[in-house]
């Protein structure tokens, strides 16, 4: 250690100088205040930082919450959209089930209309039948009568009965 000592003390050993040079300097830093304003500059970089840091952690819980808040909405809408489709499902089974029974009833209808129908023609077809049977036995009872007749003397009472039958079959309705 007495080397050590004697650097600091020996106006000839550069060591000397190079400590006198220190003391020098940092007496003018601090009669410049340096060390004030360098903590001062620390002390402004280190609110800075804590203000950012504050910041951030604003930031963090703001976004936690909104996460939540949209995972909620989102289970909310997904429960919303289960419901409208299980009730969209019951609409559509009611739907088909009203519409198979319309279905049914409007068959059953027009059946009922053809069955109708067909029972009309037939009505009409046979009353057309008769109509005819009875006009060709009219012609045939008018051909025999006037066979009959022709051979026979004219009585102007059967004439006019023979017409008058003719006349009958003719206007008969259907």
């Known amino acids: 250690m007495p080397n050590l000592v004697s650097a600091f003390t020996n106006p000839n050993d550069a060591h000397f100088w190079i400590f006198i040079a220190l003391v020098v300097l940092l007496a003018v830093l601090w009669r410049a205040k340096v060390p004030?304003?360098?903590?001062?500059?620390?002390?402004?970089?280190?609110?800075?930082?804590?203000?950012?840091?504050?910041?951030?952690?604003?930031?963090?819980?703001?976004?936690?919450?909104?996460?939540a808040d949209i995972k909620t909405r989102h289970e909310a809408s997904e429960r919303a959209a289960a419901e409208m489709l299980k009730t969209a499902e019951e609409d559509a089974?009611?739907?088909r089930a009203e519409?198979?029974?319309?279905?049914?009833?409007d068959i059953r209808r027009r059946e009922a209309l053809a069955e109708r129908k067909i029972a009309l023609a037939e009505v009409q077809a046979a009353a057309d039948v008769k109509a005819a049977a009875a006009e060709h036995a009219a012609q045939i009872a008018e051909a025999v009568l006037a066979t009959r007749l022709a051979g026979a003397k004219s009585d102007p009472l059967i004439d006019a009965g023979v017409a008058g039958l003719a006349e009958r079959f003719k206007s008969r309705p259907n």
Request: proline content about 0%; cysteine-free; aromatic content about 0%.
């Open 36 to 67: 004030g304003r360098l903590l001062a500059t620390l002390d402004a970089a280190g609110a800075k930082v804590q203000a950012q840091l504050d910041e951030a952690h604003r930031l963090r819980q703001e976004a936690e919450a909104l996460l």
């Open 93 to 95: 089974a009611k739907l």
């Open 99 to 105: 519409a198979a029974e319309r279905l049914e009833e």
